[in-house]
């Protein structure tokens, strides 16, 4: 069998990555779908979803539009979604679980390697799966500019970009006084999000203005922390 090529730990990844999709799809007020075919049906249905949400905004997404995108029976969209907030909540859930995702690789880079990448390679680790994330899927910027997250949510996520940032400055510039590094962290974290609200965000409707507003700011942390890192 061919599951019996795929390591354990492995098994588990991708059992913990099914159980978090499921999860997410009941929290958007869908149906989880319980067999690998409904599984494929579901991405599917939210792949068309997403197309319709970059050719036409949000006005394009009717349960009878996705369907016929989909190829699928109007039947089955009913069957896992009740309505179509539902199948945009979803589609922005998978959206999440993708960024968490990188969340969690990027977490797991060794203060060894942060200190030995060159300021353009540390930021480029930090910034480019989800600049490659956006342009590969170009309704996520339109949909999180247009369903926001909660702000305890989004202040819980903000620290932990923080705390990213902080780990990536202490590795590289342990010399420099802890409040100084705190600071560095803070305003590589500001510059980055105030970069998306203002500009991304006011491309929302042109993803390929988007995807290049999002490379200029790589490009700024860049030139920022190679500055800095002179300075220090």
């Given at each position: 069998m061919v599951m019996s090529k795929i390591k354990k730990t492995e098994f588990v990844a991708l059992e913990t990555a099914d159980v978090a999709a499921d999860l997410s799809l009941t929290a958007a007020g869908a149906r989880a779908p319980q067999q690998a075919r409904g599984k494929a049906r579901v991405e599917g249905i939210l792949d068309a979803a997403a197309t319709l949400v970059v050719e036409n905004g949000f006005a394009g997404v009717t349960m009878h539009k996705v369907a016929k995108q989909a190829k699928?029976?109007?039947?089955?969209?009913?069957?896992?979604?009740?309505?179509?907030?539902?199948?945009?909540?979803a589609l922005r859930n998978r959206h999440q679980l993708a960024l968490?995702?990188?969340?969690?690789?990027?977490?797991?880079?060794?203060?060894?390697?942060?200190?030995?990448?060159?300021?353009?390679?540390?930021?480029?680790?930090?910034?480019?799966?989800?600049?490659?994330?956006?342009?590969?899927?170009?309704?996520?910027?339109?949909?999180?500019?247009?369903?926001?997250?909660?702000?305890?949510?989004?202040?819980?996520?903000?620290?932990?970009?923080?705390?990213?940032?902080?780990?990536?400055?202490?590795?590289?510039?342990?010399r420099v006084k802890p409040a100084d590094r705190a600071l560095y962290a803070e305003m590589l974290h500001s510059l980055a999000v105030g970069s998306m609200r203002i500009r991304v965000g006011a491309s929302k409707g042109d993803p390929r203005q988007a995807s290049r507003y999002l490379r200029e700011i790589r490009r700024a942390l860049t030139a920022y922390l190679t500055l800095l890192e002179a300075e220090g």
């Open positions: 699928t029976p109007i039947g089955s969209m009913y069957h896992f979604f009740p309505d179509s907030e539902s199948l945009v909540m968490e995702s990188i969340d969690s690789a990027n977490a797991k880079i060794t203060t060894a390697k942060w200190r030995a990448f060159s300021p353009a390679e540390a930021i480029d680790a930090l910034l480019t799966p989800y600049i490659e994330y956006m342009e590969d899927n170009p309704d996520c910027l339109i949909i999180f500019h247009a369903l926001p997250a909660e702000e305890e949510c989004e202040g819980k996520k903000e620290e932990r970009i923080v705390r990213q940032l902080r780990k990536v400055v202490d590795a590289r510039m342990p």
